[in-house]
């Protein structure tokens, strides 16, 4: 198999891994699926970190394929430490927040999404 297809295929070995570390296998195998549809740039130890982090990882793939979609710059890495900010903040869904940053004609996500933006954003409220 190439190595682009294994990045969204989990081992028996890894599944059982993730299964005694409490991750919800059947999950992550399913936002793989979407990842792979869309050619994303995850795989399953990224989303079960994620997940063990107290991300939200079907958001996570969702935003990532409504960035791609859009035709906005967001890297996962971005993603990932964008949702934590917005889970941090008590605020909506990584989703939700892209949906808003479009209606503003933003684009590129990862140079807007940077620490200087979320707090003249902050300052702003």
Partial sequence: MPVEVMRYRLSIPAQLCMMLRGSPVGKIKSELKKAERYNLELDGTALEAHYLAQGDITDLVDSLIFAQENGMKLSPMRAMAQQFILM??????????????????????????????????????
Avoid: C
């Fill in 88 to 125: 941090h903040q008590g605020e909506i869904k990584l989703r939700d927040k892209l949906n808003a940053l479009k209606g503003a004609g933003i684009s590129d996500l990862d140079s807007y999404l940077t620490k200087e933006s979320i707090q003249a954003e902050r300052e702003n409220r």
